[in-house]
Structures are given as structure tokens and as C-alpha cells.
């Protein structure tokens, strides 16, 4: 199994990262863009995405913005997540998505939509967040 983090502060989800390796015997990547997570995501299937929402585009990333960027469009280089969600769209097979994310503006939740299985609240402990990482991969979540 895959698992795919993305977050402009890598460091914030590298524990998180490691227990996911060593729990699941998962392969685990992590990554701080979204040009990043695009380039990667079509060379490297994966079956879950674990992405904050407030995350850099990256450099080349700006070129064409599907529904739920759009809506944002003024403040879409700080939600490069909603970027990235469009693009999973175009992604075969389409991985799971998690949302890690500080973000509690109730509009903004509603336009990730059914695309995003959860939203963890961040900064989420590790057990919490791995919980939904579990969960998320409709594992047995440990007792």
C-alpha cells in the first residue's frame, strides 16, 4: 500500500509518516507542493492522500484551475489543496483523500465535497491522525 503526505512543513507529518511506514508496512512519500504531488501522483499510484489544504502551488502549477479552485481563484495560491483536489480528479485509479487541515470555514469545507473521505483538524496527535489514516484505508482499526 501507498500512502502519499503532502505539507508545506514537512517536518509537521514526517512521525506520522515514519508510524505509517512501520505500522501498516506502508511505502510512504511526503511532499511540500502541489506541483510536487502532481508529478508524483502520475508516476506513482497510490491508494491514499494525506493533504493539507493551505499548501503552495509550486512554480508551474497555475496553468488551468478545475471547479473548486476556481471558486477560490482569488486566494488560490494559499489553497493549492483545492488545486490539488481537482487534479486527483484526472488521477487513475483516483487514491483515497485525507484532509489535514486547520481550516474551519465551513464554506470552504463544503467545496472539498465527497472528494475528501475525512478532515482530521490540524495539528492532529499521531494516534488521531493515523486512526484516520486507518480508517481511511478501511483497515481494522486496532482495539
Request: negative net charge; contains cysteine; proline residues 8%.
Amino acid at each position: 500500500m501507498r500512502v502519499l503526505f503532502i505539507d508545506d512543513d514537512p517536518d509537521e507529518v514526517a512521525v506520522v509518516a515514519k508510524v505509517v511506514r512501520e505500522a501498516l508496512d506502508a511505502e510512504v512519500k511526503v511532499v511540500s507542493s502541489v506541483e510536487a504531488a502532481v508529478a508524483l501522483l502520475h508516476s506513482w499510484p497510490c491508494e491514499l492522500v494525506v493533504t493539507d489544504i493551505f499548501i503552495p502551488l509550486g512554480e508551474g502549477s497555475r496553468g488551468t484551475m478545475g471547479p473548486r479552485a476556481r471558486r477560490y481563484a482569488e486566494t488560490v495560491q494559499h489553497l493549492g489543496g483545492l488545486v490539488l483536489l481537482d487534479e486527483l480528479d484526472r488521477v487513475e485509479p483516483p487514491p483515497k483523500v485525507l484532509a489535514h487541515t486547520a481550516c474551519t470555514d465551513f464554506a470552504l469545507i463544503e467545496v472539498l465535497g465527497t472528494r475528501v473521505h475525512a478532515r482530521v483538524p490540524k495539528p492532529a496527535p499521531v494516534d488521531v491522525l493515523l486512526r484516520a489514516v486507518i480508517e481511511a484505508l478501511d483497515l481494522p482499526v486496532p482495539q
